[in-house]
T-cell receptor
Framework: EAGVAQSPRYKIIEKRQSVAFWCNPI?????LYWYQQILGQGPKLLIQ????????DSQLPKDRFSAERLKGVDSTLKIQPAKLEDSAVYLC?????????????FGPGTRLTVL | AQKVTQAQTEISVVEKEDVTLDCVYE???????LFWYKQPPSGELVFLIR??????QNEISGRYSWNFQKSTSSFNFTITASQVVDSAVYFC??????????FGAGTQVVVTP
């Protein structure tokens, strides 16, 4: 069974530029998560989708970050415009259902460097 | 609010030594799940174990073992006879009823030959 796929793996941009990340979850997984992991810290949830609806985006900086999950499968996370403090690894995870009875499986992440 | 504390920032051991990683959590939920993930240098978070709040039995999987104690709100992880391939950052995490994971800061394990 294929795991969670993410692209690109690495991205370097200048501050104030825009960037987008793509995630393809494990087939059949209804719930998709985007996490931000700053160097030396644990991942922090940005947004959680159940199928194509947002169920938790309380920690998403909505003035510059946006995410969508069209058709309830793939998802994109966008940053516009990027700031220096956005330098981090962006991890996508998916689980079969929503709720703590399910395990989240993570992709390889996208390492973003903002100069 | 939920909180996970991993007080050990880094642990260095020589191959074949045992290493124990501490995890202390805080939650008001009566039903919750605890997790351990491994993050090797490649960056991907690898799931190791999930344990619910009603199951306090210790678990062993190969060289890995976990000790869950509700009385002290701890979920510690031991690697027996460590190997170089065990070098990674290990994260303890707590899940709320909606599946939102709260991670600790992680513990870097360095195993030298």
């Amino acid at each position: 069974e294929a795991g969670v796929a993410q692209s690109p793996r690495y991205k370097i941009i200048e501050k104030r530029q825009s960037v987008a990340f793509w995630c393809n979850p494990i087939s059949g997984h209804a719930t998709l998560y985007w996490y931000q992991q700053i160097l030396g810290q644990g991942p922090k949830l940005l947004i959680q989708f159940q199928n194509n609806g947002v169920v938790d985006d309380s920690q998403l900086p909505k003035d510059r970050f946006s995410a969508e999950r069209l058709k309830g499968v793939d998802s994109t996370l966008k940053i516009q415009p990027a700031k220096l403090e956005d330098s981090a690894v962006y991890l996508c995870a998916s689980s079969l259902r929503r709720g703590n009875t399910d395990t989240q499986y993570f992709g390889p992440g996208t390492r973003l460097t903002v100069l | 609010a939920q909180k996970v504390t991993q007080a050990q920032t880094e642990i260095s051991v020589v191959e074949k030594e045992d290493v124990t990683l501490d995890c202390v959590y805080e939650t008001r939920d009566t039903t919750y799940y605890l997790f351990w993930y491994k993050q090797p240098p490649s960056g991907e978070l690898v799931f190791l174990i999930r344990r619910n709040s009603f199951d306090e039995q210790n678990e062993i999987s190969g060289r890995y073992s976990w000790n869950f104690q509700k009385s002290t709100s701890s979920f510690n992880f031991t690697i027996t006879a460590s190997q170089v391939v065990d070098s990674a950052v290990y994260f303890c995490a707590l899940s709320d009823s909606w599946g939102k994971l709260q991670f600790g800061a992680g513990t870097q394990v360095v195993v030298t030959p």
